[in-house]
């Protein structure tokens, strides 16, 4: 019998599939920190965003890795990235909303502290700043009640008219005649 030739068996390397949101590795501890660090640096810096390389810099630090450009586009890009960023935003806004909310009380005693003492200093320029945002919520303005009436005109076709037939209701209304000014 002849010899055959031997054929080399490779091993098949399993390949992982992708998670769900197409990305192939899951975020990073130092990813974590970096979002943390994100979203503190938006709300102490009134909404505004560091740069691209202050971004770089931070992230190459928790990573100890050399980060470019492209990579830190993907990383806000991915759906973990932004998950994560929103809820902790969204859990940032409710913390400072109780916060608020406990302080309340101390607020409106502060406020009512400082209207007596501008009563009993008699200052008057003082006062009306208390008083005024009390009042406008009590008592709204007449420009405010002036700006919510509205006018509507309902204007029909014949054909329209004519679709309605007997079943016509009577509606009583005001109107200004138009005065042709030209």
Known sequence: MPDLPTVKRRKRRLR?????????????????DFIDWLAKYISSHQGKKPTNAEQIEVL??????????????KLRRRAEFKE???????????ANVRKLKSKMPEAID?????LDMAVTAEDYRAIPAYTNPILDRVIPRR???QAQQQVINIVLTPKQEALLGEETTVVEAD???LVDET
């Open 60 to 73: 190459e630090e928790l990573l100890q890795v050399k980060v470019t450009e492209e990579a830190l586009r």
């Open 110 to 114: 502060a406020h009512f502290k400082g």
């Open 16 to 32: 992982r599939a992708p998670p769900a949101s197409g990305n192939r590795y899951m975020l990073l501890p130092g990813h974590y």
């Open 84 to 94: 994560y960023f929103n809820n902790l935003i969204d859990d940032r806004d409710k």
């Open 143 to 145: 420009d405010a009640l």
């Open 175 to 177: 109107w200004d005649e």
